[in-house]
């Protein structure tokens, strides 16, 4: 099993739905998770990153963490072309380790 | 924010010769940065682990002959691809953090691309 699991899609969706992008992960020992979003040939952006259990929002993105269940989510309200990417789940344990990715998902947002 | 420049963006060699890719951190003290390359549609995977001024840390199965990374400041790393072949033909990554922030996510660069024919 993988340390990080992710659907890679890809995912299709009209403009204006809500997108529902999701992880999960086997190791408990990772403390810190975040969401980047990669264009083509371009290096990841981070988008958002959470420590506890629970949700945090910023702007249309809303990331929720469940660490009891051992899973992630990235919440897109209102979608937009501009948010057709790959986006990547990626987490960490303790101070200056590596990121773990998950491959990623296709995200396409039709207008 | 923190800013990762990494140089170039892309670059086409000849089989044989060697590339040498450079990230800078701008605006921040990288002690530690982190190489990636990434292939079509595939995920990023981890290279290495560049610690400044001591050797790298290399992940299983890559070649630290044929990859050779120096880190000699706080604010540069450098990849150096030697004897490049086809192979070798990817999608570079550097990241680091700033941990002088309150974040914890880890900056990265915009990429190389780089083509051996």
């Known amino acids: 099993q993988k340390e990080v699991e992710q659907d890679p899609g890809p995912l299709s969706v009209p403009e204006g739905a809500i997108v529902s992008l999701n992880c999960t992960y086997s190791?408990?020992?990772?403390?810190?998770f975040m969401w980047y979003r990669q264009y083509s040939r371009k290096g990841p952006e981070l988008l958002m990153y959470?420590?506890?259990?629970g949700n945090k929002e910023d702007g249309r993105f809303t990331a929720q963490v469940d660490k009891s269940s051992k899973y992630i989510s990235l919440f897109i309200r209102d979608s937009q072309p501009s948010d057709s990417a790959t986006y990547l789940c990626?987490?960490?344990?303790?101070?200056?380790?590596?990121?773990?990715f998950g491959k990623g998902t296709r995200l396409s947002v039709i207008a | 924010g923190a800013v990762v420049s990494q140089h170039p963006s892309w670059v086409i060699c000849k089989s044989g010769t060697s590339v040498k890719i450079e990230c800078r951190s701008l605006?921040?003290?990288?002690?530690?940065m982190f190489w990636y390359r990434q292939f079509p549609k595939q995920s990023l995977m981890l290279m290495a682990t560049?610690?400044?001024?001591?050797?790298?840390?290399?992940e299983q199965g890559v070649e630290k002959d044929k990859f050779l990374i120096n880190h000699a400041s706080l604010t540069l790393s450098t990849l150096t691809v030697t004897s490049a072949h086809p192979e070798d033909s990817s999608f570079y990554i550097c990241?680091?953090?700033?941990?002088?922030?309150?974040?914890?996510?880890?900056?990265f660069g915009s990429g190389t691309r780089l083509t051996v024919v």
């Open positions: 990241s680091a953090r700033d941990v002088s922030g309150n974040t914890y996510g880890y900056t």
């Open positions: 190791n408990s020992a990772f403390q810190y």
């Open positions: 959470t420590y506890s259990s």
């Open positions: 990626a987490m960490i344990r303790t101070g200056n380790t590596p990121l773990v």
């Open positions: 605006d921040f003290q990288a002690t530690t």
């Open positions: 560049s610690n400044e001024g001591s050797k790298a840390t290399y």
